[in-house]
């Protein structure tokens, strides 16, 4: 069979597209391919966010050693959280953190293991004197700041009867707490370890922050693939993230970046 130059090149360039993504991993079953991994996250400091143009943060450190045990080399990107879901939503072999796992969420995702616990504040500025809360039914003569498709978002919305007229909405959680600190919105729904971190990057004291109600503090934060991802290779970042979570890592990362 004859081919030209140009159909010798195509076929030359999808195997060696085949050859580069699928990558062997040795299981106990024996050697398996498993196709190119991505892995998603969002900005939520100090959980994971940029600095100097790399993904960082407590959870990003997880996920790099995660990948270091399974063998799998993987670029970790930070993007706005409704990409980074709908992407795990669809997408077959996307790993996504930090992401809650919630009763309706729980049949989407292949879950990979628990990474921190969470807790959800409704939090105001100790300077706002005439903010007082003792029910979200106070709480609703104010306006609020809310990330879109965040699950504390969603949450919010769930089970609250809060007006849509006095909700603001913002693409990112540092967008959010720019709003809140200049006075654009009253009162901010923010995870505390996050609402703390965002405060000093604005140079501010998370000592003026003060929690008002509760929110959440039974879910946690997870590493989850999308539902249709390979078996071989869920099972292979589950036995690597195991061994990570045996290691104590998990602790150290709480001590270095949770003080």
């Given at each position: 069979?004859?081919?030209?130059?140009?159909?010798?090149?195509?076929?030359?360039?999808?195997?060696?597209?085949?050859?580069?993504?699928?990558?062997?991993?040795?299981?106990?079953?024996?050697?398996?391919?498993?196709?190119?991994?991505?892995?998603v996250?969002?900005?939520?400091?100090?959980?994971?966010?940029?600095?100097?143009?790399?993904?960082?943060?407590?959870?990003?450190?997880?996920?790099?050693?995660?990948?270091?045990?399974?063998?799998?080399?993987?670029?970790?990107?930070?993007?706005?959280?409704?990409?980074?879901?709908?992407?795990?939503?669809?997408?077959?072999?996307?790993?996504?953190?930090s992401?809650?796992?919630?009763?309706?969420?729980?049949?989407?995702?292949e879950?990979i293991?628990?990474?921190?616990?969470?807790?959800?504040?409704?939090?105001?500025?100790?300077?706002?004197?005439?903010?007082?809360?003792?029910?979200?039914?106070?709480?609703?003569?104010?306006?609020?700041?809310?990330?879109?498709?965040?699950?504390?978002?969603?949450?919010?919305?769930?089970?609250?009867?809060?007006?849509?007229?006095?909700?603001?909405?913002?693409?990112?959680?540092?967008?959010?707490?720019?709003?809140?600190?200049?006075?654009?919105?009253?009162?901010?729904?923010?995870?505390?370890?996050?609402?703390?971190?965002?405060?000093?990057?604005?140079?501010?004291?998370?000592?003026?922050?003060?929690?008002?109600?509760?929110?959440?503090?039974?879910?946690?934060?997870?590493?989850?693939?999308?539902?249709?991802?390979?078996?071989?290779l869920?099972?292979?970042?589950?036995?690597?993230?195991?061994?990570?979570?045996?290691?104590?890592?998990?602790?150290?990362?709480?001590?270095?970046?949770?003080?």
């Amino acid at each position: 069979m004859y081919l030209s130059a140009n159909s010798f090149l195509s076929v030359a360039y999808g195997i060696a597209r085949s050859l580069y993504l699928c990558v062997p991993l040795t299981l106990a079953q024996g050697a398996v391919c498993a196709a190119e991994l991505t892995v998603v996250t969002e900005s939520l400091p100090p959980l994971n966010y940029k600095e100097n143009g790399n993904a960082t943060g407590y959870s990003v450190e997880i996920v790099e050693a995660v990948l270091q045990e399974a063998r799998i080399q993987a670029p970790i990107e930070v993007m706005p959280w409704a990409r980074a879901y709908q992407m795990a939503l669809t997408q077959p072999n996307t790993l996504i953190f930090s992401i809650t796992r919630l009763p309706d969420r729980d049949a989407l995702f292949e879950w990979i293991g628990p990474i921190s616990s969470r807790q959800i504040f409704l939090y105001k500025l100790k300077s706002r004197k005439d903010i007082q809360i003792k029910t979200m039914a106070d709480a609703a003569a104010y306006k609020v700041g809310l990330v879109r498709e965040m699950a504390s978002t969603k949450e919010f919305l769930r089970t609250t009867a809060f007006p849509e007229s006095g909700i603001d909405y913002a693409p990112t959680v540092e967008s959010n707490i720019k709003k809140f600190l200049v006075g654009r919105v009253d009162l901010i729904v923010s995870q505390d370890w996050s609402a703390a971190y965002l405060m000093k990057m604005e140079g501010r004291k998370p000592d003026e922050l003060e929690p008002v109600l509760l929110l959440d503090g039974a879910n946690s934060y997870y590493l989850a693939m999308q539902k249709q991802s390979d078996p071989a290779l869920v099972q292979r970042i589950r036995r690597a993230f195991a061994k990570v979570q045996q290691s104590g890592l998990l602790e150290k990362l709480r001590l270095k970046y949770m003080r």
